[in-house]
């Protein structure tokens, strides 16, 4: 059994165990062992962020390991990771020569390449991604797939192109990605402009999504950063302009990892365990035989027939001994977004009992009318179910406060509070909660206006957000 979901933390920790995401077992803090169960999930999820990407990046892999110097390079980077880097100092018994970090992230690796790949104009735009692992040693309270110290899918891209424009223009394409990505998993999310003193070590800018967890806090679920010629000066990444002068190129990078499998988890799942959305789930749909002695053959009959039709989807007979009960349970438990029960009466009049696990309703539909079409219109409005219900309960989790009173309380609550504060006084509300940022754009099922006065000073403000954070 898991605690109801009312009781966030303790269902998070139980759910990804029990639905066999991950064994949290293993004897390192901070890192964790995907099950097949998990690993298929991640599996489906990153391979529609792949099919995004591969548009128009290509997919690349750089080394694990960072000599010193390099990581060393560029100064607010590493005063930015310094903390948090895990360094190799030995093979075997001797002590290295260089030191060699364990990447926390690929800006140092990828750039000194970079330097060496990017010639004239026309080698311009360049973009390539890679998922991989990245080890940081994080002192916060770790956390399954939201705080981890080895990332173990961490997407990241970057990028260079001619001038700060160009450059920009990636990162609100990167931004459209983004977007198409977590609405195909029916995750609602919004856009901030972090504070100058939260953007990423080395960037000019940080544009994060942040979503809201069932507890109220919210989790950053993917980050795009402008890095304009920064790293480019640090590692001399030049390019011969079309009329033959040499420029630095502008960079962006921006990243996603497992987090976006802990919010889908968390944002859609009930107190039965998870709700997986139709393209993701590892198993999409279950048939289920309701088995009475002597009347088992039509059954199985019918059971295999409905299998044998729908075989182009990861579907699941679950013809096991277990009582139908059970079954039920297992398969809930797994988010498997369509079940089918065929007992008897089913199978004597060529019928089925069809169940959404959102929705948990029986309905008898007639066996003819079950078609691979009917079960992608089936899929496809369970994700719209799943979007609509996941916006009501992230919208009933923001308040938007107009003076600072307000502020205080509602996020003392657990609310994310949206409010207006001018750039002066932005950092004031550090002292309520964590600083969001300026909201970059108001999300389509949120009403609310962009501009309005400083609720500190009065002045010209902009809407930013304020809440708790994972
Ligand atoms: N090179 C750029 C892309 C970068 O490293 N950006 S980042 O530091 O912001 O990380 C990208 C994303 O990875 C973050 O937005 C966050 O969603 C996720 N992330 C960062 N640290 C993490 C950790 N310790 N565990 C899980 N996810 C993490």
């Known amino acids: 059994m898991l ?25 390192v803090k901070g890192l964790y062992v995907w099950l097949p169960f998990g690993f298929k999930l991640r599996q489906l999820v990153y391979s529609k962020l792949r099919e995004i990407l591969d548009r128009d990046h290509d997919e690349v892999y750089f080394p694990t390991l960072i000599p010193e110097e390099l990581l060393m390079k560029e100064s607010e980077h590493i005063r930015g990771f310094e903390d948090e880097v895990y360094w190799i100092t030995h093979g075997g018994l001797e002590p290295l020569d260089v030191k060699l970090a364990l990447r926390p992230t690929s800006e140092t690796a990828i750039y000194p390449m970079f330097k060496l790949w990017v010639r004239s104009h026309a080698d311009l735009p360049l973009r390539v991604y890679q998922i991989v692992n990245v080890f940081r040693y994080e002192t ?28 920009e223009k990636q990162v609100l394409n990167a931004i459209k990605l983004y977007k198409e990505f977590y609405d195909f998993l029916a995750i609602p999310y919004m856009i901030f402009r972090r504070p100058e003193w939260d953007k990423f070590p080395g960037a000019d800018y940080t544009i994060a999504f942040d ?13 795009v950063h402008h890095l304009a010629d920064n790293f480019a000066k640090t590692f001399d990444i030049k390019y011969e302009t079309p009329n033959g002068d040499h420029a630095y190129v502008h960079q962006t990078c921006y990243g996603i990892s497992e987090r976006c499998i802990a919010s889908l988890i968390s944002i859609h799942g009930d107190d039965l365990g998870l709700i997986l959305p139709f393209d993701v789930a590892p198993v999409q749909i279950v048939i289920i035989p309701i088995l009475y002695k002597g009347k088992e053959e039509g059954v199985i009959e019918l059971s295999r027939k409905l299998y044998e039709r729908l075989k182009e989807f990861r579907v699941v007979l679950d013809d096991s001994d277990e009582r139908p009960g059970a079954k039920y349970y297992k398969w809930e438990l797994k988010g498997v977004p369509i079940r089918f029960e065929i007992g008897p009466r089913e199978a004597e009049n060529n019928k089925v009992v069809v169940s959404f696990r959102d929705e948990r309703r029986k309905f008898s539909v007639a066996f003819d009318d079950v ?14 179910r799943l979007r609509w219900k996941a916006i009501e309960s992230v919208r009933e989790k923001i308040l938007i406060c107009r003076s600072v009173e307000d502020v205080a309380d509602a996020v003392e609550k657990r609310l994310l509070v949206l409010t207006y504060s001018c750039e002066d006084c932005e950092r004031e509300f550090e002292n309520y909660g964590s600083v969001l940022g300026k909201l970059e754009e108001v999300p389509e099922w949120l009403d609310v206006s962009l501009e309005g006065e400083c609720v500190m000073c009065g002045g010209k403000g ?4 304020v809440a708790r954070t994972y």
């Open 462 to 465: 902009y809407l930013v957000g």
């Open 211 to 223: 979503t809201i967890m069932p507890d109220g806090r919210t989790l950053q679920i993917g980050t």
């Open 3 to 27: 605690p109801p979901k009312s009781e966030f933390s303790d269902w998070y920790h139980e759910v990804i165990q029990q639905a066999e995401i991950m064994d949290i077992r293993y004897p």
């Open 140 to 167: 916060k309270h770790t956390r399954p797939l939201i705080r981890l110290r080895e990332v173990t899918s961490f997407k990241e891209a970057h990028t260079a192109h001619r001038n700060y424009e160009e450059a």
């Open 371 to 384: 078609t691979p079409e009917r079960v992608v219109d089936w899929g496809r409005g369970l994700r719209e």
